[in-house]
C-alpha cells in the first residue's frame, strides 16, 4: 500500500539510513569532490561547481526512481540547477560560495512560505517519515487539532529561521575566509545549525507531548486525555 508521500511500508528504510543519505550527499561526497579535484590540480571554481552538482544529481536520480517529486524536492532541484548555471558564466569562485549560502535562504524562505498553504513544512516531513496507516491517522489528528497544527507551525517558523541564519553566517565565511577552507567551514557550520535545531526540535516536541497528550511526529494522541 503506498503512503502519501508515494512510499510503500516495505520499501521504507531504517531511520538511521533515512538520516545519512543526506549527510553523505550533501555533506560527504560534495567535500571529496572538490577537495579531490584539488588535489589533482582543478582550479577552484571548476572544483566549486562540480562539487555543487552532486546533491541536485542525487535528488534528480531519486525523483526518477520514484517517478514522482514532492514540492520542496522540486523546489530544491530547480534551485540547484540555477546555482550550476549562474556558476558557469561567473568565473568566480567566491561568487559561486556566496551563491551556495544563498540556497539556504531559498530554502528558509521556502519552509516560512510553507505556513501560507495548507499543509506547513514540519507537517509535510513528519508525514515523509511515516507509514501509509500513521500518515492517514495523523492527517486527522491535523484536522482535529488545533493545539496539532499551532506546535508544527512553531517548528516550521524555527526551521525556517535557522536556514536564514545558515545563510547569514555563509555568506560571512565566503567573503571573509580564504576560499578553501570556505566548503568544509560552511558544511562544519551547517551540521553544527542543524543538529541545534534537530535537539530544539526533540526538546520542544517533548514539551509539547507532556502538555497537550499529543505527538507532534506521531499517528496518535498519546493518550485518550482531550485538548482543553
Same mark, same amino acid.
Given at each position: ?82 546555482? @550550476?548555471?549562474? %556558476? *558557469?558564466?561567473?568565473?568566480? +569562485?567566491? &561568487?559561486?560560495? =556566496?551563491?551556495?549560502?544563498? #540556497?539556504?535562504?531559498? /530554502?528558509?524562505?521556502? @519552509?516560512?512560505? %510553507? *505556513?501560507?498553504?495548507?499543509? +506547513?513544512? &514540519?507537517?509535510? =516531513?513528519?508525514?515523509?517519515? #511515516?507509514?501509509?496507516? /500513521? ?94
Amino acid at each position: 500500500m503506498a503512503s502519501p508521500n508515494g512510499r510503500t511500508e516495505t520499501q521504507d528504510m531504517p531511520a538511521w539510513r533515512t538520516a545519512a543519505a543526506p549527510v553523505l550527499f550533501v555533506v560527504v561526497l560534495p567535500l571529496a569532490v572538490f577537495y579531490g579535484l584539488r588535489s589533482q590540480g582543478v582550479g577552484q571554481w571548476p572544483a566549486l561547481t562540480l562539487s555543487g552538482a552532486v546533491p541536485a544529481v542525487r535528488m534528480a536520480v531519486e525523483a526518477a526512481t520514484r517517478r514522482r517529486v514532492d514540492s520542496f524536492e522540486a523546489f530544491m532541484i530547480g534551485m540547484l540547477a540555477v546555482r @550550476i548555471v549562474t %556558476s *558557469l558564466f561567473t568565473g568566480s +569562485p567566491r &561568487a559561486v560560495l =556566496v551563491k551556495d549560502a544563498g #540556497l539556504a535562504a531559498a /530554502a528558509g524562505l521556502w @519552509i516560512l512560505g %510553507s *505556513l501560507l498553504v495548507a499543509r +506547513p513544512f &514540519a507537517f509535510q =516531513v513528519g508525514q515523509y517519515w #511515516l507509514g501509509p496507516t /500513521a500518515a492517514h491517522a495523523r492527517e486527522a489528528a491535523w484536522n482535529d487539532s488545533p493545539a496539532l497544527r499551532c506546535g508544527l507551525a512553531r517548528l516550521t517558523a524555527l526551521w525556517g529561521c535557522a536556514q536564514l541564519l545558515d545563510c547569514g553566517a555563509g555568506v560571512l565565511v565566503a567573503l571573509l575566509l580564504p576560499v578553501e577552507a570556505v566548503p568544509a567551514l560552511n558544511r562544519a557550520k551547517g551540521l553544527a545549525l542543524l543538529c541545534a535545531v534537530v535537539l530544539a526540535t526533540v526538546l520542544y516536541s517533548r514539551r509539547y507531548g507532556r502538555r497537550h497528550a499529543l505527538s507532534l511526529f506521531g499517528p496518535a494522541p498519546l493518550t485518550t486525555r482531550r485538548e482543553g
